[in-house]
């Protein structure tokens, strides 16, 4: 029996986590085959894209790619009816919002939801599962904005503007999560305070909070972002954030390189338990085991620090 479009809706609202690849993948292939089966269906289109798009963060950490593929959603803000748009086409907004193209198409995208939820819903589960979706989501967009886009930080007006909505926003989930006592989230927040006013030490309390209590996935996700955005900390990283670069881009190259996690345990004398450790950040490797391992995967020392020179 063919899967109806309703079916396809709440489905999408169940949908959590990009790992469950095997359940993505069933996800996309039914929303697919709706596609090749109906006439054009934006909200369709748009639950496909965000999937997609979402899929591909996870697996690639390649944010230029999601920014490409997430535009075409914007275009819903370009329409003359934007305000009629649909409950899944403003949900898919507000989660793909981290990829606005500029933060002025953010401002419009901010609003339309905003405006949208507060004439349509007034159930107060309803609004706060999307605010929080899009108050999740536009943090790191501003720190992108305060940091790195010329469209963002490059006056001062422009400056007080992305801070008025940061600080909007985080107030918002921090009444959320203090409301409904959320330990996960608020360390979740202190990343995010952290990232967006460069406090290396709210950075390295919430990610190692996140690594020592939280599912796998929160962690890794965090991680990911912390490893975007990094760079714009200059010399200011703990020990502890500096040996989360190099787990990650350590254990990046080893897998490039099929490099397995025993091959490097024996070359640098460590045991295979040590090096599982290492992949999470649990664990540092020295200056000279570094130094080390670039003999072994064939990489400039700057590799392990997020810079990809070959040798």
């Not at 929160?218 to 760079?231: L, P, S, V």
């Not at 045991?271 to 670039?294: H, P």
Request: glycine residues 2%; contains cysteine.
């Amino acid at each position: 029996m063919c899967i109806t479009k309703q079916e396809l809706i709440d489905e999408f609202f169940t949908y959590q986590n990009p790992v469950e690849t095997k359940n993505i993948d069933a996800r996309v292939k039914r929303l697919r085959a709706y596609i090749s089966d109906h006439e054009y269906d934006s909200d369709i289109e748009n639950m496909l894209r965000m999937i997609e798009v979402d899929r591909i963060s996870y697996k690639t950490n390649d944010i230029k790619k999601c920014m490409s593929m997430a535009l075409p959603t914007f275009d819903l803000l370009k329409e003359p009816k934007c305000n009629d748009l649909s409950f899944v086409e403003v949900a898919v907004l507000a989660k793909l919002i981290t990829y606005a193209p500029t933060f002025e198409m953010l401002k419009v995208c901010e609003k339309i939801i905003e405006d949208y939820l507060e004439n349509k819903y007034q159930h107060e589960i309803t609004l706060n599962s999307i605010k929080f979706t899009l108050s999740g989501n536009i943090l790191p967009r501003l720190t992108m904005a305060k940091y790195f886009t010329a469209d963002g930080a490059e006056s001062e007006v422009n400056r007080n503007e992305i801070l008025a909505v940061f600080k909007k926003h985080i107030d918002f989930c921090n009444h959320v999560f203090s409301k409904n006592k959320l330990p996960r989230h608020k360390a979740w927040v202190k990343f995010q305070e952290g990232m967006f006013y460069k406090n290396v030490q709210l950075i390295e309390d919430g990610l190692i909070w996140l690594r020592e209590n939280s599912l796998k996935t929160w962690y890794k996700t965090m991680r990911e972002e912390f490893i975007n955005f990094h760079h714009h900390m200059e010399d200011e990283l703990t020990p502890a954030l500096l040996d989360i670069i190099n787990s990650y881009y350590v254990t990046k190259i080893c897998k490039e390189k099929k490099v397995e996690r025993e091959e490097v345990a024996e070359y640098l004398g460590l045991s295979v338990d040590y090096v599982a450790q290492l992949e999470t950040g649990k664990r540092g490797l020295t200056k000279k085991n570094l130094f080390k391992l670039t003999h072994l995967l064939d990489v400039d020392m700057s590799a392990f620090f997020g810079k990809r020179l070959k040798k």
